[in-house]
């Protein structure tokens, strides 16, 4: 069995043991900040990807319902909600084309 006597620890050992516990935690810090920056660099591709159809899904909503909204159709509530959060997703993810302009114009009208 081990027993560590306090009078055998110097003040040395403490230091080495301090010393050996920064250098472990800042090795393990900069790996963990590599392993992030690689996974960042990785998966930004597929991040946009994944913009790219998230916006033309909701670019593929909006251009029916606005169309809808156009000819005067009967609009309930939920599909007006639905077409705030697809047309919010929209512009924050780069979408700012016809369907933006047609937005504008539909709400001069007072028809959104």
């Known amino acids: 069995m081990f027993l560590l006597s306090v ?21 393990v810090g900069a790996i963990v900040h590599f392993i992030k920056k690689a996974l960042k660099t990785i998966l930004k591709p597929l991040e946009d990807k994944i913009d790219a159809f998230g916006t033309d899904n909701a670019k593929n909503y909006l251009v029916p319902f606005l ?15 639905r077409f705030h959060e697809e047309y919010e997703f929209y512009l924050a993810h780069g979408g700012n084309s016809y369907v933006k302009s047609r937005v504008e114009k539909l709400r001069k009208e007072g028809k959104l």
């Open 7 to 27: 009078e055998n620890i110097t003040l040395g050992d403490i230091q080495t043991w301090l010393g050996f516990l920064v250098a472990l935690g800042a090795s």
């Open 67 to 81: 169309s809808k909204v156009e000819r005067g159709e009967a609009i309930d509530e939920i599909e007006l909600e």
